[in-house]
Structure formats: structure tokens, C-alpha cells
């Protein structure tokens, strides 16, 4: 157990053995472990967004098996799925790397502005299925948020006793919010905050902009002279606003894009103090030998070994 991971364990004291014992096997694992930094595989994207669009870029990702492979072949910190996906290939690979069970989705069949995952999945099946950690979607700014709000705590208050930890997707979406506002960085920070309050252990958002969306809140920002111009800036609010750093913060990859793009934005997220990244489309979307050179350089700028 390395210095680093002993001090981020200490930040949840209040936590049972199990579920420190769960998040230590998720930091100490794979090419980042031990250092504090974590990357995560996240593949919910064929539930939410349909197999087409998620996988016919690489068509080996159609199989389960397959992310289980790219998650342990590239030496990620864990790797997060829907139950199908999980139970398809966690007993082929039992122990081989951290499962978070992605316990809530929802499809694009039927689209609301208002969205709430529906509950796909249970504590029951994370333990069944060897997990280390649940995952639960909230959209602060959604109508029906409070109902995410109580259903998370419910899930989080089971999850903790059977000795899971706990991550939590908060994405601002909904109709009282723009468009640019679900990334604003007040609405992001806020987002964090959010789950933090609501008892997450690892808290997952997107990178911020510099846009400001809440009229009091862009007050506060300006007459206190935050810092936003930069995404280390806005990183590093982020991990502010998440009890001052005492929680783990890591930050989506979001679509494929470019790998400078994706490599600048991983710099921003390293140099404002933030955790790591959970990257599911720019990594699986890829042949494999590339995806594995992709997630290489990933792991060695959060490890330092390139600037």
C-alpha cells in the first residue's frame, strides 16, 4: 500500500474495512495503481445510445468479452458495464480486474427533457457478480432528480453495508438547464457537490467549460475572482467543490475526438489535480492495438512519464 493511497483511503474514515478494502483494490490496480490516479473503462454506451452507434466503429466491441480483454490487456483501474455486458464475461475473467456493476440506464428510443434512468440492476447482482463498486447515474437539473436523488440513496446505504463502493455519474441535463449550461462550470462544481453530499465515494463529471449558466452564481464567480480561463483551473474548482479534495473526482472522455484533444484534455485534468478519466468511446472505438497505444499514452501522462 503506497503513502498516496493510504491518504485518499483516510479521507473516508467513516467508511466500513469492506468498502475501503474495495476502493483500495480499485487504486491500487492496474498500470496507474498506487499512485492516486485511476482510468476506468466504462462501456453502458450500447444501452445508452444503441450497438450501432456505439460499436460498428470497431465491430469486435459487439462482443462482451472483448472490453474485459481491452480493460485488463491496457492495465485500467476497473472496468464499469451494464449487468448484460458483466454478467457475459464475469466469470471468464473472475479476479482479473475491478468491476463497477452500472446498476441505472436509459435508451434515446424514447427521449424526454426531463430524463431519469430506469433501475437496471441491483446490489444483489454486484455482489454475485464479484464487484468491487456499484455505479448510479443522477441528472441535477432534471425535473425528476429528486426521485434519482432517494432512489441513490437507497442503493448507496445497501451498497455500503455489503461493503461496495459507490460512483456516481452526475450529469447536469434537463429542461430547466441549456444546453451549454450542462457543462458550465458552475453547474459542474455544483453537480460534484452534489454527489459528494449524497454519499459518493468516486464521483464522475464531465470536463468543464468556462461558460457560467446560474445568474447568482456567475456573481459569486466574478466578485471572488475564480479562476476558470483554463480547464486545470476548472478542474481544480471541481475538486474543490468535492470537499476540498477529500473525494475522488475522475472526468468523462465523452465522444471520440481527436487524440491531441483528448491528450490536452487529459493534461488539463492532471495538472488541476483531478483524479483520472473514465474513457469508453474514445478507447473501444478504435482497433485494438490502437486502443491499447491510446490508453499507454493516457496512463504515462497521468504517471508523469510524458508531459
Known amino acids: 500500500m503506497t503513502e498516496r493511497v493510504r491518504e485518499i483511503l483516510s479521507w473516508y474514515a467513516g ?25 476506468i473503462l466504462p462501456v453502458d ?7 450501432a452507434r456505439s460499436f460498428a466503429p470497431n465491430p469486435a466491441g459487439y462482443d462482451p468479452h472483448y472490453h474485459f480483454r481491452l480493460a485488463i490487456e ?21 479476479g482479473e480486474i475491478p468491476l463497477i456493476l452500472k446498476l441505472n440506464n436509459s435508451d434515446v428510443l424514447y427521449e424526454t427533457p426531463d430524463p431519469c434512468s430506469a433501475l437496471t440492476g441491483s ?17 441535477p437539473g432534471s425535473a425528476l432528480r429528486n426521485e434519482m436523488y432517494e432512489n441513490l440513496r ?7 453495508a455489503a461493503g461496495l463502493a459507490v460512483v456516481v455519474w452526475s450529469y447536469p441535463r434537463g429542461s430547466a438547464i441549456s444546453k451549454d449550461g450542462e457543462t458550465a462550470i458552475d453547474v459542474v462544481a455544483y453537480a460534484a457537490q452534489i454527489a459528494a453530499q449524497l454519499g459518493a465515494h468516486v464521483i464522475k463529471v464531465k470536463p ?3 461558460f457560467l449558466e446560474q445568474k447568482e452564481a456567475k456573481k459569486v464567480y466574478e466578485a471572488q475572482k475564480i479562476p476558470v480561463e483554463t480547464l486545470g ?24 475526438g481527436s487524440d491531441e484533444k483528448v491528450f490536452d484534455e487529459v493534461r488539463g485534468i492532471r495538472d488541476g489535480g483531478g483524479f483520472g478519466s473514465i474513457i469508453g468511446r474514445n478507447s473501444f ?22 508531459k
Open 15 to 39: 467508511s466500513s474495512p469492506g468498502v475501503l478494502t474495495n476502493l483500495a483494490r480499485m487504486l491500487n490496480h492496474g498500470r496507474l495503481g498506487g499512485t492516486g490516479k485511476m482510468v
Open 45 to 51: 454506451q450500447g444501452f445508452e445510445h444503441g450497438p
Open 74 to 94: 491496457s492495465g485500467c483501474n476497473a472496468y464499469a458495464a451494464p449487468l448484460g455486458f458483466l454478467e457475459a464475461g464475469a466469470a471468464e475473467f473472475a
Open 123 to 139: 446490489v444483489g447482482d454486484a455482489l454475485r457478480l464479484g464487484c468491487s463498486a456499484i455505479g448510479y447515474t443522477i441528472y
Open 154 to 160: 437507497e442503493l448507496s446505504e445497501e451498497a455500503k
Open 208 to 210: 468543464p467549460t468556462a
Open 233 to 256: 483551473d476548472r478542474v481544480r474548482h471541481v475538486v474543490q467543490s468535492s470537499f476540498n479534495g477529500r473525494r475522488i473526482v475522475i472526468f468523462s472522455g465523452g465522444a471520440k
Open 285 to 306: 472505438q478504435r482497433p485494438h492495438a490502437d486502443a491499447l497505444k491510446f490508453l499507454d499514452t493516457v496512463m504515462k501522462i497521468y504517471g508523469g512519464q510524458i
